[in-house]
């Protein structure tokens, strides 16, 4: 197995967890200016990392996530006036 030394993260992942929270964030961001949703709402972006290391303790598995809560991206709002409309009905 070939090994290499990793100081950071941008190095994890060859750079994808890093551009991965970048687009999250872009979204947060995107969120936070859009008028239709909540000012008040937190959003979080958390980076979730697990390792697991082999019995021999000289490698690990990693698993990554990167998570959003309360940005309600996929959730939009819209009020409609309603008028009603009378029915004429001896047409």
Not at 12 to 31: I, P, S, T, Y
Not at 34 to 41: V, Y
Not at 68 to 78: H, P
Request: aromatic share 6%.
């Amino acid at each position: 197995m070939a090994s290499r030394e990793i100081k950071s993260l941008d190095q994890l992942m060859d750079g994808a967890l890093v551009k991965r929270f970048n687009a999250e964030l872009q979204k947060v961001w995107e969120n936070v200016f859009d008028m239709r949703t909540d000012a008040h709402k937190t959003r979080t972006i958390a980076l979730i990392f697990k390792f697991t290391p082999n019995a021999q303790r000289d490698a690990a598995e990693m698993r990554a996530d990167v998570q959003v809560k309360g940005s309600d991206e996929n959730i939009r709002f819209q009020t409609l006036q309603a008028v009603k409309i009378p029915v004429n009905r001896n047409k």
